[in-house]
C-alpha cells in the first residue's frame, strides 16, 4: 500500500485509553503478552497478505506517538483525574513495544507486551485483508465503496425507528478499512444524526465534532486474573477450593479498581469474561449501586436482558431510576433489524409505554455490520473475520501463566494449555453443555 492504515495515535477505540490507564495505575512493569489471532479459520491471511506488507504497516504504527495537543485532549476528559500528572508524562515517553509477526497454520499473529496495541493491529490486518482481496479479484475499491454504501444506505429506514441518540458506531476494530468507518460516519451523521450520536474511535470522534464512547474490555479483568496466577504460583502451596478463591476474588477486584479510578460514566460492566453465572454469583449491591449499568457481548440477548433484570431486583437496584438506575449496551453481531429487536423487547421504543421500560436507557455498540458490509459483494469473498486481539501469557519467575477467557459463547474462548483451561473452567463453574447453543461467532 502507498500509504499508512493507522496515521494518528487516537485513532483507536475510547476504551483504550482507560485499559492503559488501568495498566499503568495499578500494574506498571508486568510482564505479560497479548495477541491477535483470527477465529474465522477457513479465511487464511497468510497466504493473502504479504509479509513485507503486514511489517511495513506495523513498522508505521511503531512510529507513532502522542503530541502535546493530544495529551492535552485526553486531560480534558477528566477520565484520568486519579494520576493526571504522571500518566500525562507516561504517555510523552510512551512508544509501542516490539511486535512480533509470524505465520501459523495459514494465519498471520502478532503478538505484543504493548496491550494498547489492539486495535492498531486489528486495522492493520483488516485493512491489509481488504486491499489484497481487492488486488486478487481485479475490482476497484470506488466498486467496493459503492456497494458498501449502498448497502449502508439500505439500513438507514430501520435505523430511523430506533430511539434518539441510542447508537454508537463501534466498527473501528473490524471495519473494512479506516477510509470506509470515515465515509461510513459521515453517512450515518448525515442522514441519522439524532440517532447515530457518537464513535468509539476518538481521532473521528475529533474530526467530527462528536462524542466518544465506550466502556471497557476484557483485557483489564484477565489482568487481575493474571495478578491471582503470580500469586498462585508464588506459594505453590494452595488448595483448589483456595486457587478458586483467589481467582473469583480477583475477577471482582477488577470492577472495585475500575470503579475507584474512573467516574461514574465509564462504569458500565461487561458481564461475560467468564460467563454470567460467575459474574452474578459475586456481584454485590455496592458495585451495582455504584456502577452506570451493563454491556451485552455474548449469550442470546433477551436470555441476557432477563437475567440483568432479574440480578437487580434481586439486589434492590431501580433499573429505570433516573438517578440510581442502570443503562444496558448491546454491542454483539448487531443489524438494525436486532437493535429494533432489542428496543421493542425493553419498551425503549419511542411510541411505548415508558412506564415499561426495563432500562434506564438502552444503547447499541453498531460495529462490524455497520463497518464492514459489502452486500452483493460478499458472495466474492468480501466478509468480515473475527479478528480478536486477547491477553495470552504472562511470566513468573520464567514460568509462563497462561490466560484464559471463557466467556458465554463458547466459540469465543481463547486457548491456553489444558491445565490452565481447566483451572478457569472449575474456578468460574462453567460447564461446556450448558453453552453449545449459543450461536457460533462467524
Not at 475529533?206 to 493474571?226: M, Q, R, Y
Not at 467516574?263 to 454485590?284: E, I, M, N
Not at 519467575?397 to 489444558?418: C, F, Y
Request: glycine share 6%.
Amino acid at each position: 500500500m502507498d500509504k499508512p492504515l493507522n496515521t494518528s495515535i487516537l485513532s483507536t477505540d475510547w476504551y483504550e485509553f482507560p485499559t492503559m490507564f488501568y495498566e499503568y495505575y495499578f500494574h506498571l512493569g508486568v510482564n505479560w503478552v497479548s495477541g491477535a489471532y483470527n477465529r474465522t479459520k477457513a479465511v487464511r491471511t497468510a497466504d493473502i497478505i504479504p509479509e513485507e506488507a503486514i511489517r511495513e504497516q506495523l513498522a508505521a504504527v511503531q512510529a507513532l506517538r502522542f503530541d502535546e495537543k493530544q495529551i492535552a485532549f485526553l486531560r480534558g476528559t477528566g477520565t484520568f483525574a486519579a494520576d493526571p500528572l504522571g500518566f500525562e508524562q507516561y504517555l510523552r515517553d510512551f512508544q509501542f513495544a516490539r511486535m512480533d509477526v509470524y505465520a501459523k497454520d495459514g494465519q498471520w499473529m502478532v503478538d505484543t507486551c504493548d496491550l494498547f496495541a489492539e486495535t492498531f493491529v486489528t486495522v492493520t490486518i483488516n485493512g491489509l485483508l481488504n486491499h489484497y482481496r481487492e488486488k486478487q479479484i481485479g475490482i476497484s475499491r470506488e466498486k467496493v465503496f459503492a456497494e458498501a454504501e449502498r448497502t449502508l444506505r439500505a439500513k438507514i429506514p430501520t435505523l430511523r425507528k430506533l430511539p434518539k441518540g441510542s447508537v454508537l458506531e463501534f466498527g473501528t476494530r473490524r471495519a473494512y478499512s479506516p477510509e470506509w468507518q470515515r465515509r461510513e460516519l459521515e453517512i450515518l451523521l448525515n442522514e441519522v444524526p439524532e440517532i447515530v450520536t457518537a464513535t468509539s474511535n476518538v481521532q473521528l470522534a475529533l474530526d467530527f465534532g462528536i462524542p466518544w464512547a465506550g466502556t471497557h474490555p476484557h483485557a483489564g479483568v484477565l489482568l487481575e486474573i493474571l495478578m491471582a496466577l503470580i500469586k498462585i504460583f508464588e506459594h505453590g502451596n494452595f488448595t483448589l477450593e483456595e486457587k478458586i478463591a483467589i481467582l473469583r476474588a480477583a475477577h471482582m477486584q477488577f470492577f472495585k479498581n475500575w470503579w475507584k479510578i474512573f467516574p461514574y460514566a465509564s462504569r458500565v460492566a461487561l458481564t461475560d469474561t467468564f460467563g454470567d453465572d460467575a459474574f452474578w454469583t459475586d456481584w454485590s449491591y455496592d458495585l451495582a449501586y455504584e456502577g452506570r449499568g451493563y454491556r451485552w457481548d455474548s449469550d442470546p440477548w433477551k436470555k441476557w436482558t432477563d437475567r440483568t433484570v432479574a440480578e437487580n431486583l434481586k439486589l434492590g437496584i431501580p433499573l429505570t431510576d433516573r438517578y440510581s438506575g442502570k443503562d444496558a449496551v448491546y454491542s454483539d453481531g448487531l443489524d438494525p433489524e436486532a437493535m429494533y429487536a432489542i428496543s421493542e423487547y425493553t419498551h425503549t421504543l419511542p411510541t411505548q409505554d415508558a412506564a415499561k421500560r426495563m432500562f434506564r436507557q438502552v444503547l447499541f455498540g453498531w460495529g462490524t455490520d455497520g463497518s464492514n458490509d459489502t452486500g452483493g459483494l460478499k458472495a466474492l469473498g468480501f466478509t468480515p473475520i473475527s479478528l480478536v486481539f486477547k491477553p495470552k501469557y504472562g511470566f513468573y519467575q520464567g514460568q509462563k501463566l497462561w490466560l484464559v477467557k471463557i466467556s458465554n459463547n463458547p466459540a469465543k474462548m481463547t486457548e491456553a494449555p489444558a491445565e490452565f483451561q481447566q483451572l478457569m473452567l472449575q474456578a468460574f463453574g462453567y460447564e461446556m453443555s450448558e453453552h453449545q447453543f449459543v450461536r457460533p461467532v462467524v
